[in-house]
């Protein structure tokens, strides 16, 4: 089970995708990085949801998963 704070509120099911994995990222997946940067936006952009292990409602991930929605 997960906890954490919503940054952009949703639900979504999709398989999950490591940033940073040597996995081939799935046709539709749930982003899970230790935090985001900007040069990650290929993956962020094409995921369903973000689940970051570091960062508040003020990080980058939770910017970036409001702006996308």
């Known amino acids: ?3 954490g704070q919503c940054a952009s509120p949703g639900k979504v ?3 999950v995708f490591v940033l940073g994995s040597s996995e081939k990222a799935p046709p539709e997946y749930i982003l899970v990085a230790h935090s985001t940067h ?3 936006i290929y993956f962020i ?3 369903l949801a ?7 409602i ?4 939770a ?5 996308l929605k």
């Open 13 to 15: 099911r999709g398989k």
């Open 38 to 40: 900007p040069k990650d």
């Open 1 to 3: 089970m997960l906890e």
């Open 50 to 56: 973000i689940v970051a292990e570091e960062g508040g």
């Open 63 to 67: 910017i970036i998963a409001r702006e």
């Open 58 to 61: 003020l990080s980058h991930a």
């Open 45 to 47: 952009e094409k995921s």
